[in-house]
């Protein structure tokens, strides 16, 4: 659901004798009830000769429409474009024109598409740019120029005489969404004329985008609810999909795993030959994993197998299966799995935030078996600056862990640094300073570790019981290395910390 796929379905005002013939009134009320099939079938069946001028010069078209419904893309652009060629001036020409650039658009030719409505637009007039805006907007959302798509939905709003286009407005939301701004989401949503007027039966799609929002703003009960709103309703199969994932998540983020498992498998059972079914089991994978309950994490790994033998995810499967392997200590099975991973063509491997991962478990699989030269190695492989703040602080932190075990403070204590400068807070930021404290140790500065327990301002309970056990460690440091001085300050500040506590 990351993006929106539309599609207008023009009114056509046909005229001409309908009662010509039999089958012309046939594929006329198939047309007008949106029975494509039947329509096209009936269609197909009129004798062109008994029609009238009129009728004879719409057929090219209707059959057009017809396979564009059905999804026969590729066909109804090569009709289209023969009706356009065939008949320049007619008044169906410019929805002909409309749908080429439609079919360019769903092919996933997004120069051709924008080239296309770009110039449909400045010929057309305007009750048709209200349209070709939704459509540029969903270009520019597809290739994550985020500033051009929210200028084209605006300008489709503005151009609306009703307040817009439900998918304009979406356009708007999703925008919100990738810049992670949920509460301008929430905005944008009360602003669907189709959600403000009946905001608490609002529609399936409203209500999947404020659980999006909630998510984002860590709100996870309110974005079960909004999520289980679609689920139980009268969605469309791929938004109920993406409902039960979202509220999957959100379950795990909140702690309720068999919720999250029960939704995740009711996905790959709903919906068994599905991509969603795909990554439903492999998440379910990684969750029997986070358990260390192994065995059952092998079981669906090898369902996944089964089930998808061709999967172009099956290089997630082998990632996850080296997984197992690290965490159960089978050191030399996770390298064999995450060398063959890291050797793998650019093609093999889906992203370069994929190959940083792999190198990320080989360099731990190394770190476990005692080759701390060669985790380092891998570890320097990676761009740091180019991953998420999350996983570099991760990467940053191992390199310091090994660097540490090897002796060289220095290093360890210049990763550690850099770990801190993007590091998120929370319990990665606890780790950092406890290390970065133990590190000043080693290296005999007991000054600075004084100072870095003693200037530490946790946040939470937990982080200052942390913070009490490091300075308690710089005194029995400072003790055994005979600086008093340093000793004393560290062990006043645990008896000031326990009169305070009293």
Known sequence: MKRLRCSFVFVLVLSGAWTRAEEWQSAHDHFRASEWQSALDALERIDAQELSPEQFDQLPYLRAECLFQLGDWRR?????????????????????????????????????????????????????????????????????????????????????????RLEAHLGLVQVAFHRRRPNVMLERLAAVPEASKAPDSSLPVVAYWRGQAYFLLRQYDAAVDAFERVTEGQAEAPLIRSSLVGAAEADIKRGQLEPAIARLRAVAERWPTSESAERALLRLVQLEVDRTRYGEARAILSEFRDR????????????????IHLRKREYQSAIEIFQALSHASRNAVKSDLDRAVNWYYLAEAYYGDERPTQAIEVLQRIRIDALPSSLRTRVLFALATIYEQIEEYQAALDSLNRAADVSSGGMAETRIRVKRIELLCAMGHLERAFREAANWKPSTGAADAVRLNALRMVAETAYAAAEDRVALRAYQGLLHEDATAT
């Open 308 to 323: 998808f033998p061709d999967s172009l995810r099956v290089t997630r499967g082998r990632q996850l299966a080296g997984l």
């Open 76 to 164: 109804a652009a090569t009709e289209f474009q023969g009706f356009v060629q065939a008949q320049p001036q007619h008044k169906l020409t410019a929805q002909a024109r409309f749908r080429i650039a439609e079919v360019a658009y769903f092919d996933g030719r997004d120069r051709t598409a924008k080239t296309s409505f770009d110039e449909f637009r400045q010929h057309a007039g305007e009750q048709w740019n209200e349209q070709a805006c939704v459509y540029l907007g969903l270009i520019a959302l597809r290739g994550a120029e985020y500033d051009d798509a929210e200028r084209q939905f605006v300008r489709a709003i503005q151009q609306s005489p009703s307040g817009g």
